[in-house]
């Protein structure tokens, strides 16, 4: 998303407890919503924020933190979270599959932040947020299976 008027490096990313406040999923349908799956919705906007903060990051650090490979990573499951999060607030019937998309994204990309967290704070938060949302997801995705 590009910010007119702003420097995007420093404009400020909503909370994710503002972007399900935001009208992700309307209040009419988060009563018919199972907790888990509000709780997985969230999870999902949760790693989506803490990877796009994690590429900024990363850049800044540079060199080894700022690899290609780990950067498209980050994007990846960023994207796959916000997709997966919308098909489960709408309902839809093949939230189950991107479910198990998105675990295996997330898994991946916990992987690839811990190859470069070092004592890197921030990079190790952003693999375990990554690995609770792909817990979730798996969760979610055989729940609807079954």
């Not at 709780?39 to 933190?65: F, M, N, P």
Request: hydrophobic share 35%; with cysteine; charged share 20%.
């Amino acid at each position: 998303m590009l910010l007119r008027g702003t420097d995007a490096a420093t404009a400020e990313l909503p909370q994710s407890s503002d972007l399900y406040t935001l009208g992700t999923v309307p209040d009419t349908q988060r009563h018919h919503m199972s907790e888990e799956m509000q709780r997985c919705i969230q999870l999902c906007h949760d790693c989506h924020t803490s990877c796009v903060q994690l590429i900024e990051h990363c850049l800044k650090l540079g060199g080894r933190a700022a690899a290609p490979d780990l950067i498209r990573a980050l994007l990846d499951c960023a994207q796959i979270c916000t997709t997966t999060a919308d098909f489960m607030a709408r309902g839809s019937s093949f939230h189950d599959r991107t479910c198990n998309l998105c675990a295996e994204i997330c898994r991946r990309c916990a992987e690839s932040c811990e190859q470069v967290a070092g004592n890197d704070h921030m990079a190790k938060q952003c693999a375990e947020l990554c690995r609770r949302c792909a817990g979730s997801c798996e969760h979610m995705a055989s729940h609807q299976a079954a």
